[in-house]
């Protein structure tokens, strides 16, 4: 892991390194596994654009069963903060109807995304959503949706790296870095 990277006006130093997020991945794609090893149906994974990209990779490469990929594109960041409202950039690369939803996120910290998310699936007629984040904050998650699987929890920082952005970059970091206040 570099010392720090700059990116835009802002410093970032490293917090999360890949090896343990690999450690985390590995634990919850385990569970993942556990319970849709054996399906009759094939159920989807939703990659949510642009920031789950890495993460849905290499979850997909440890699941042991047959799936489908779609993906959707959504944003409610400006800079550092969360405008609280979600736009929709991107709809649904393709048919929920009757399939049972993993969504795959790369963080969740207030929910609304989730919450949202979730409501876009079951309009469109999924049988049933389930949500799996690599990471949780937990000390702002505001809503009573029950996330599935989370890979890990971490306070309510600033950060960039596997896929996390900031203004558009910083995203091909394999590491987590946290901004440097």
Known sequence: ??????????TF??????????????RVAERIN????GSADIPA????LNGSVLFT??????????????????SSY??????????EIMGLSGSVEGKRVLIVEDIVDTGTTIENLIATLKAHGASEVKVCTLLLKPDVYKK?????YVAMEIPNRFIVGFGLDYDGLGRNSKDIYVIDQ
């Open 78 to 87: 400006e800079g550092t903060a969360s405008t609280g409202e979600v736009r």
């Open 34 to 37: 556990h319970d849709y090893r």
């Open 1 to 10: 892991m570099s010392n720090t990277i700059q990116l835009h006006d802002k």
């Open 13 to 26: 130093k490293p917090y999360i390194p890949y090896a343990d997020l690999e450690k985390a991945i590995d």
């Open 144 to 148: 009573d949706i029950p996330l599935d």
């Open 57 to 74: 990779a290499e979850l997909m490469k440890r699941l042991d069963f047959n799936l489908e990929l779609i993906s959707m594109k959504l």
């Open 45 to 48: 994974l939703l990659c949510v």
